[in-house]
């Protein structure tokens, strides 16, 4: 399983895990990890497994900065999102990931969603983190990885 990835994007980088809805990818030395969404929609308890195994290596290992490429969905689940952000983001920050960077669908619409719901969340968990985050939205890996 622990193959290196041999693509121009992610050549520093070796397979953690993969299963039907996600891929990982770490890099120690970068102490950066990605993961990469293989489905337009991922049933939550599936989401939550993947994010757990996700949180188990970012506990063992001594990384900073997260990757989310979300381009392959096509369906926006509202829970999922307020779980990730809420509990996910918090938890991970404790063990020194404060950078995010996040790629999205290239659909006008799944980024209002997002908008949307980043502020009812925002608005219903006044005493989140954002603040304490390096959030920011890219266009491809390559540039996620250089921000």
Sequence with gaps: MNDT??????????????QKYVRVLISPELKIVICE???????IEDF????????EIVKAGNYEKFIFDKRSLRA???????WYFIYWKK?????GVKTHRKILPDEKWF????Q?????????YPD???DQLDIKYCDTIEEAIAK
């Design 91 to 95: 938890e991970m920050l404790e063990y």
């Design 111 to 114: 980024e209002k969603m997002v």
């Design 5 to 18: 990835l041999h693509t121009s994007e992610t050549q520093d980088f070796e397979l953690a895990f993969e």
């Design 37 to 43: 969404l293989l489905a337009d929609y991922i049933p």
């Design 128 to 130: 989140n983190i954002i």
């Design 76 to 82: 926006f689940h509202q829970p999922t999102m307020e």
């Design 116 to 124: 949307i719901a980043k502020a009812q969340i925002l608005q219903n």
């Design 48 to 55: 939550k497994d993947a994010f757990h195994q996700i949180g």
